[in-house]
């Protein structure tokens, strides 16, 4: 058995990119929604799982307040972060994090993704798994992307990680950027192609619809309509069940194994 | 000069989404935008001409007869049993449909559309565009060039599928109307890991449309994503991709210095020039070896290139030979000669007329009384060559040549000429 979850990410982000969540994941290939708070569409959003009674919603971790910070944090402002502070004043922004969700949603997140990545750097990571392992809660592999584009892989998060005996899949696939739909999908099916019997895998996506606000908000735009096209084509789903997959979540990956 | 290059914004009223994307595209500092192509009969129609109005951009009309409503009452060959137009395909282009349309329904809803655009928009269309290429139909076009000649605007150019269609694009050409040569359909994708080099991509498509002569036409469709679009439209997501064009200044700084950007406004044709000259006063006399001073001097003034230049030791061998030439006289002024070289069968030769005397009809005066002369001679056909797609074709065609082979690189590398041929007893 090969489980794969597909991830849709910046849930809450505004209430267009909401919107094409929703359709992406009750028509289409999409499992598990990540929500991120202090944002937007938060509230919009959460609105949404209640009238949806959606349960695979996990916590999309930005360590900032949106609402705040009047923008949302590129890279570098990552980086700066994390360079001017210490693990409890990051383990402070993450706790506040977390308690929101738990007092929006009534429940605890399925799992934890943070943006870009960014436990890949470990002072994060450190600051993150107190309260990941208070609760057993999986957590997306810490792959390196908040340096490069790529999924490179991050040995010394991702050993941290495993040793403290948290749930993460064996593999992440995703392509963010790209104008190219067919040769997205072969993408994605080349790398399924090389999954093991008995491997979980997730993909993330950024399925989302298009508006003047997103324009101001995010550097994603038509990707995330094309994220929500992909989501919906039904060749694309037929070829990876072909492969040998079954669509999971971040709940039931590991006991359908 | 730059190469002129029209930038269109396909489908305004589409729908909402896409009306409020092709706004936030053209107040964009950014927006190299020219052109906005109006639908008049979908969803977003009455909202996008209510915009249209105040906008000072150049609107054209994109006659729509493959997908929604026709606005006209009584089309019966166009529609199905609802009432909407019958489907095309455009994944694997299949316009057979077009077949069932009879020419006076299309008429009609042309007539329809056109109504429309002028009430709501308050002006007439800068041109007369079709949403899919549809005028690339001979049943399409020919009710599409009369009304653009009547509206006196240009058309797009009538390609079929995207590609070439010589003979549609030939006609526009023949009846005088403005027109594109070259329309190329959006970015389409990217290239670069799995498609995403703008600065490339962009260089690539400056490239390629440099090359092309004439004057090209790009179509980006534009356009916010909402949940209404995906249902009304196949192209959905890729209508968000020129937000990230936008944005991206040093690809305006390309694009702006690549090309002269123009509307179709800036092609509307000028009035037609006055026939000042009566043909009473042009005499056309057989030439004599008198006269090559003034043929040298007229074909330097016939404003189109020439791979060389007439010498008078070369008329004087075409003299020898006994090709015979006939020179146009107004007011004691040469203007005007034609010539046939008769040594094995009948082939015009020489053709031109003073530059500031074009559009007097002497060329045509010129070639009736060269035909009159072949056939006097006792042929009953006279052929001839000229540059492939010049309007040297067009001025053939007129005259009821037959297009009958061509000549590769009978100019140069990848220059051609047509071969034309007439019969003469059928006149």
């Known amino acids: ?257 | 000069m730059a190469k002129q290059l029209i930038v269109t914004a396909h489908d305004f009223g589409l729908c909402s989404s896409v009306n409020d994307g092709i706004l936030y595209a053209i107040k964009h500092p950014n927006s190299f935008i020219t052109e906005i192509a109006l639908l008049p009969n979908a969803p977003g129609s009455n909202e996008a001409a209510r915009l249209a109005s105040s906008l000072e951009q150049s609107i054209s009309l994109s006659f729509n007869i493959t997908t929604f409503r026709p606005l006209s009452s009584h089309v019966p060959t166009l529609v199905d049993e609802e009432g909407n137009f019958k489907k095309v395909d455009i994944i694997t282009w299949n316009f057979s449909v077009l077949e069932q349309f009879s020419e006076e329904d299309i008429r009609r809803e042309l007539d329809a559309q056109v109504d429309w655009f002028i009430e709501h928009v308050g002006k007439k269309p800068s041109a007369l565009l079709s949403r899919k290429n549809e005028h690339g139909d001979p049943k399409v076009l020919i009710p599409f060039i009369e009304k653009a000649k009547f509206l006196g605007i240009p058309v797009r150019t009538p390609v079929w599928q995207w590609k070439e269609n010589y003979g549609a694009q030939s006609y526009v050409t023949q009846e005088g109307v403005p027109s594109t040569n070259t329309v190329v359909l959006s970015f389409l994708s990217w290239k670069g890991p799995n498609g995403y080099n703008l600065e490339k991509d962009m260089e690539r498509f400056i490239k390629e449309v440099t090359e092309q002569e004439g004057i090209s036409e790009l179509i980006v469709p534009v356009g916010f994503v909402d949940e209404e679009l995906f249902q009304l439209s196949a192209v959905n997501w890729e209508r968000a991709q020129l937000f990230s064009l936008l944005d991206n200044d040093e690809i305006y700084r390309k694009l702006t210095n690549s090309f002269h950007l123009i509307s179709y406004r800036d092609i509307r044709p000028s009035p037609k020039k006055l026939k000042t000259i009566s043909h009473n006063s042009i005499h056309i006399r057989p030439a004599n070896k008198n006269d090559f001073s003034s043929f040298i001097s007229i074909q330097k003034h016939d404003g189109f290139p020439h791979a060389y230049s007439l010498q008078k030791s070369r008329l004087q061998k075409l003299f020898d030979r006994g090709e015979l030439f006939f020179i146009a006289i107004y007011q004691d002024k040469p203007i005007g000669f034609v010539s046939v070289d008769c040594e094995i069968r009948a082939r015009i030769h020489f053709l031109c007329v003073d530059k500031q005397y074009t559009g007097n009809g002497i060329g045509s005066m010129l070639m009736k009384t060269i035909l009159q002369e072949v056939q006097k001679q006792g042929y009953h056909t006279a052929h001839t060559f000229v540059e492939k797609k010049s309007s040297k074709e067009v001025f053939l065609q007129k005259h009821s040549f037959q297009l009958i082979g061509v000549y590769h690189n009978r100019y140069g590398p990848n220059k051609d000429a047509t071969i034309w041929e007439i019969q003469l007893d059928k006149k």
């Open chain 1, 1 to 257: 058995m090969k489980n794969l979850i597909i991830v849709a990410d910046d849930f809450g982000l505004t209430e267009c990119v909401n919107k094409g969540i929703i359709k992406a994941y009750k028509e289409g290939v999409v499992t598990e929604l990540s929500l991120q708070l202090f944002s937007p569409g938060t509230e919009n959003a959460v609105q949404l799982i209640k009238k949806n009674a959606i349960n695979n919603v996990g916590i999309h971790l930005l360590l900032y307040n949106w609402l705040e910070t009047g923008k949302n944090f590129h890279r570098d402002d990552y980086v700066k972060l994390f360079s001017t502070s210490t693990t409890q004043d990051l383990q402070k922004r993450a706790k506040r994090e977390f308690d929101t969700f738990q007092k929006l949603t009534g429940k605890l997140p399925t799992h934890i993704i943070p943006q870009y990545n960014i436990h890949g750097n470990l002072k994060v990571l450190d600051a993150i798994c107190i309260y990941a392992k208070e609760h057993t809660i999986p957590m997306r592999i810490p792959r390196a992307v908040l340096i490069k584009e790529h999924l490179n892989e991050n040995y010394a998060a991702e050993t941290f990680l495993r040793r403290s005996g948290l749930r993460t899949t064996k593999h992440l696939f995703g392509q963010v950027l790209g104008s190219n739909l067919d040769e997205i999908k072969k993408y994605f099916l080349s790398n399924l192609k090389t999954v093991q019997d008995g491997e979980i895998s997730e993909i993330y996506l950024h399925p989302g619809y298009v508006d003047k606000q997103l324009l101001l908000l995010s550097s994603l735009r038509y990707e995330r309509a094309r994220d929500l096209t992909l989501s919906l084509d039904k060749n694309f789903k037929k070829s990876i069940e072909a492969l040998g997959f079954k669509f999971s979540t971040y709940t039931n990956a590991w006991q359908n194994n």
